[in-house]
């Protein structure tokens, strides 16, 4: 499905694609299918200066697969701000991409290296999700 036709369906959703680059999105994605992705962070610094929207409670948000396509209709839960340093174990395996909050830690390390860079006390915008409908 397009971005457009997703849009049709829900309006006022953003779109948004995880990770940066295919491999890595794929994986997420069918970690939001199985239920084991619940939610998801980002740099704050990339939602500031006419960077990415910022998720809002309640709004329903599409997904998209690294080559474009609509994937994923999901809806924002819960939005906080916090320091890298201080994203808890809860959250961090809320994300579903490691076991333990120290492998969090380390992937998410390499992540906002690759990204724009890195320090512990980086502020994140972490969301909480649930899956509305899987477009695939």
């Not at 006022?12 to 939001?32: I, K, P, W």
């Not at 960077?51 to 924002?76: F, H, K, Q, S």
């Not at 390390?109 to 999700?129: H, I, K, Q, S």
Request: one cysteine or more; hydrophobic letters at 40%.
């Amino acid at each position: 499905m397009s971005p457009e036709q997703a849009k049709a369906l829900y309006p006022g959703a953003e779109t948004f694609t995880f990770g940066d680059n295919r491999a890595l999105c794929d994986r997420l994605l069918a970690l939001v299918r199985e239920g084991r992705k619940t939610a998801t962070c980002g740099a704050l610094r990339d939602f500031e200066a006419g960077g990415e929207a910022l998720p809002v409670a309640g709004r329903r948000d599409i997904a998209l697969d690294w080559d474009g396509n609509a994937a994923l209709v999901i809806e924002t839960l819960e939005v906080t701000r916090r320091r890298f340093c201080d994203v808890d174990a809860g959250f961090a395996l809320a994300e579903g991409e490691d076991e333990t909050l120290e492998g969090w830690q380390e992937g998410h390390r390499a992540y906002f290296e690759r990204n724009g860079g890195f320090a512990p006390d980086m502020m994140l915008v972490c969301e909480r999700f649930r899956l509305i409908e899987d477009l695939a």
